[in-house]
């Protein structure tokens, strides 16, 4: 028998089921929106364009999340190819999958300028340094009026896209639409979708760190004050751990740049008349469509190429994307000290470093990719031999190959400098099949989690990672086992889907009080009060 929607409240988060989810969502609409989106179309050879799946760990997460709910999800317009797909489609909606489709995607198209402002000026050199603790105070960011008009004519103008294109799917549904705003890019986003529609439910995901007040204090006071109040115009703010949480709550209570009210035990902050709840929901992977990725033919291919790459050595991994805050640099620093530190194991490993490119328009990241490239270079001018090439580095998109990689590691080296989650080293505990190990950073979000089954290590301190990489490799069988074995428990007991689920139950908790309130304003018998928050 199906669930009505009152009953969405009380359904067991390990049990739900699709079917479930879309009798409470069918007087419901989802809008989730973020600056990169699923899929991505871009002109093959051939002339045809085709489609390839977005990168990052947002568009992993979401992709799975969103089955069951016939979800628009709206993203920025990153190709031409993107430009042309969303003109071709009816409605300007490109059904995901296209075959089968199970939610929509439409792109913002942004003026070229405006959204260099807001991505390249803002976003990834302001908002995203700042948020994994990267500003070099020394040298930068220098906030110059530069800075300031992007923020003005970039930044804002692109949230106030998203938040138009958001209005329009609203006026063409009359049914109520739930919002999920994705990270740094949209702070804004909120203030300008509630100052249209007062009683929209929107929630907002931070995939970041949050930072402590002191380091939230770098950004300039109209700007802090500004970001606040935009996150504030939300219902709900989700960040991966507590601690997040009981940052962003300290800024609130700190900051001289907003006046609010904090309730720290009820994780609430009060804003003019509103109450904002602050939860944490860590983020995780769809470990089931995960495996079956896993079990297709041009994984397998990629699996045969990885072997005959290591022939008798052993395989340590990195899967990443080329980022300031992945601390590749330090990972191979720490390599090359291991090859110095335990010369036995010359010729017996291997490690390949399979990366996506990453902000290629900006000056630091093609600089960091060049750094990557020498720094391998080095390492096989030194220790390689006519057999032995000890470091292999590939830098392009290719999905399969990550799957393959993990899927066949002796040791995966996650070693993060600042992470909100990290879903590399959850994708290699539920992929691998040799009893890998997982060497992950202290300092990323998901070590909270996984601490005890996998192996810890200081992201600045390269004689460690060599030491860790060296235990790894020495750790014997029943180790290896019992600790693949806890660490993929720990993964399959979340997912995805269930880490959205937990989104749409707070929105619905402040539906349910935002009409106990009403029902008590106007005198009519009041709805059966809901449990305490939490």
């Known amino acids: 028998m199906e669930q009505d929607s009152t009953e969405f409240d009380e359904l067991d988060l390990e049990t739900i089921t699709p079917r479930q989810v879309r009798q409470y969502l069918k007087d419901k609409f989802v809008i989730v929106a973020s600056n990169r989106g699923p899929v991505e179309f871009r002109r093959e050879e051939d ?31 990153r190709t031409k190819e993107d430009a042309i797909m969303a003109r071709e489609a009816p409605g300007g909606r490109l059904a995901m999958p296209p075959d089968k489709p199970q939610y929509w995607v439409r792109y913002i198209i942004p003026e070229k300028k405006d959204f260099q402002q807001y991505y390249s000026v803002i976003s990834n050199s302001i908002l995203w340094p700042l948020q994994h603790y990267l500003y070099d105070v020394l040298r930068r960011p220098v906030i110059d009026e530069s800075v300031h008009d992007a923020w003005n004519q970039g930044y804002r103008k692109v949230n106030r896209l998203f938040a138009d294109e958001i209005l329009r799917e609203i006026r063409a549904t009359d049914k109520k639409p739930l919002i999920f705003l994705q990270d740094y890019h949209l702070y804004l986003c909120a203030q300008y979708i509630r100052r249209k529609v007062p009683d929209a439910l929107i929630h907002h995901f931070t ?187 590939e830098i392009k998109d290719n999905y399969p190959r990550s799957v393959a990689a993990q899927m066949e590691f002796d040791v995966l080296l996650v070693n993060p400098v600042a992470d909100g989650m990290n879903l590399v080293c959850k994708e290699g505990a539920v992929l691998n099949r040799r009893d890998g190990v997982v060497i992950l950073s202290v300092t990323a979000g998901a070590y909270q989690e996984m601490r005890g089954t996998v192996m810890p290590v200081n992201p600045l301190d390269i004689a460690e990672t060599a030491d860790a990489i060296h235990t790894a490799l020495q750790t014997g069988e029943r180790k290896r086992k019992s600790m693949g074995r806890a660490a993929r428990e720990v993964v399959e007991a979340n997912t995805s889907f269930k880490w959205f689920l937990q989104q749409m139950r707070a929105l619905r908790r402040v539906e349910k009080q935002r009409a106990e309130s009403e029902s008590k304003q106007a005198g009519l018998p009041a709805l059966p009060r809901y449990e305490h928050f939490e």
């Open 207 to 393: 995939h970041s760190p949050w930072v402590q007040p002191d380091y939230f204090r770098l950004l300039p006071h109209g700007m802090r004050r500004e970001l606040l109040q935009g996150m504030l115009a939300n219902d709900v703010l989700g960040f991966h751990t507590p601690h997040y949480v009981n940052n962003f709550l300290q800024c609130c209570r700190e900051g001289e740049a907003v006046r609010v009210t904090v309730d720290a035990k009820r994780r609430l902050v009060r804003h003019g008349s509103r109450e904002i709840y602050v939860r944490h929901y860590p983020i995780s992977i769809d470990h089931e469509a995960l495996e079956r990725t896993a079990r297709r033919r041009d994984v397998e291919d990629y699996r045969t190429r990885l072997r005959e790459l290591a022939g008798g050595c052993k395989l340590l991994v990195r899967v990443d994307r080329v980022e300031p805050s992945k601390n590749i640099l330090r990972g191979l620093q720490g390599y090359e000290h291991f090859l110095r530190r335990y010369p036995e194991w010359q010729e017996r490993v291997i490690f390949a470093n399979f990366l996506y490119p990453s902000r290629s328009d900006l000056k630091e990241y093609r600089d960091l990719q060049r750094d990557i490239e020498e720094a391998a270079d080095t390492i096989n001018r030194e220790f390689g031999t006519d057999d032995w090439e000890p470091v292999h580095v």
């Open 47 to 77: 002339g045809s364009i085709k489609a390839h799946r977005g990168a990052g760990g947002v568009v992993t997460a979401m992709s799975t999340a969103l089955v069951a709910t016939d979800a628009v999800w709206i993203s920025s317009m």
